[in-house]
C-alpha cells in the first residue's frame, strides 16, 4: 500500500477533554480512538496527530504509557516540498469537523451551526 496518512486530533479524540486546563493537562485516553488507531497502523496506515498542543514531552510520554501509535505530531513533514503548511491526510478524525460531501448549503450551515453552539 501506498502511504495512506491519517490525521488524528488529540483533545476530544485520541484523549478526553473539558476545556483547556495547561499545557501539560491531558485528559483520560479513549480507548476506542485508540484500539482504531493501532488497528490502522497495524493495516499499514501512517498516522499523524495534529492538535493546537505543543509537542511537549509530557504528551509524548502520555501518548508511549497509553500505546498510541503515530508517525508525527503537529508535522507535515510527509508532504511533497513546495506545498503549505497543513498536513496532506486521507482522512481526518476530529471532534470539531463537518463533513462536506455535496450537501445543500442549509444542511451544511445546519452542521457547522451544531459544532459551534456545541463548543459554547
Known amino acids: 500500500m501506498a502511504d495512506k ?24 485516553p479513549n480507548l476506542e480512538v ?5 488497528t490502522l497502523n497495524n493495516k499499514g496506515y501512517r498516522i499523524t496527530i ?11 510520554k502520555w501518548l508511549y504509557d497509553n500505546l498510541v501509535p503515530y508517525d508525527s505530531v503537529n508535522s507535515n513533514s510527509h508532504n511533497p516540498t ?3 503548511q497543513k498536513p496532506i491526510y486521507h482522512a ?5 469537523a463537518v463533513c462536506y460531501d455535496g450537501q445543500p448549503s442549509d444542511y451544511l450551515i445546519h452542521e457547522i451551526l451544531k459544532l ?4 459554547i
Open 92 to 96: 481526518v478524525i476530529d471532534d470539531r
Open 34 to 38: 485508540i484500539k482504531a488507531m493501532q
Open 82 to 84: 513546495h506545498t503549505s
Open 5 to 28: 496518512w491519517l490525521c488524528f486530533d488529540f483533545d476530544g479524540v485520541i484523549a478526553s477533554y473539558d476545556g483547556w486546563k495547561g499545557f501539560d493537562v491531558l485528559g483520560e
Open 116 to 119: 459551534v453552539d456545541k463548543a
Open 50 to 60: 495534529f492538535t493546537t498542543r505543543m509537542d511537549t514531552p509530557v504528551l509524548r
